[in-house]
């Protein structure tokens, strides 16, 4: 079974904006009970993956340190998806982004990445 679909990604210029989104497999009441975030790596990072943006079940927020103030995550329960609108991007920002669903049993799921590319 597909845990996490993802979508959205694309090509955008600097300065712009653009929302990508992230649906699970749960239904609405298990969904609500899951931590979800974004993560991304970029061209030349190996495996490393960096947090863009977690929100937890009863709606706590981290940000990493290089879009903060520029991105915001947010989550529908009802439709079982989590959001990242991303403003005011830039070059930086390119990368493949993943998402990541995190159930209270311990088990991690990632999304199969949906690239974002930012030309200058």
């Known amino acids: 079974q597909v845990q996490l679909v993802e979508s959205g990604g694309g090509l955008v210029q600097s300065g712009g904006s653009l929302t990508i989104s992230c649906s699970a497999s749960e239904s609405e009441l298990y969904f609500s009970y899951v931590t979800m975030g974004w993560y991304r790596q970029a061209p030349g990072e190996g495996e490393q993956r960096e947090l863009v943006?977690?929100?937890?079940?009863?709606?706590?927020?981290e940000y990493g340190d290089a879009v903060k103030g520029r991105f915001t995550i947010s989550r529908d329960n009802s439709k079982s998806t989590v959001y990242l609108q991303m403003n005011s991007l830039k070059p930086d920002d390119t990368a493949v982004y993943y998402c990541k669903k995190e159930r209270p049993s311990g088990q991690i799921f990632w999304g199969q990445g949906t690239q974002v590319t930012v030309t200058s």
């Open positions: 943006a977690r929100i937890t079940s009863d709606g706590g927020i």
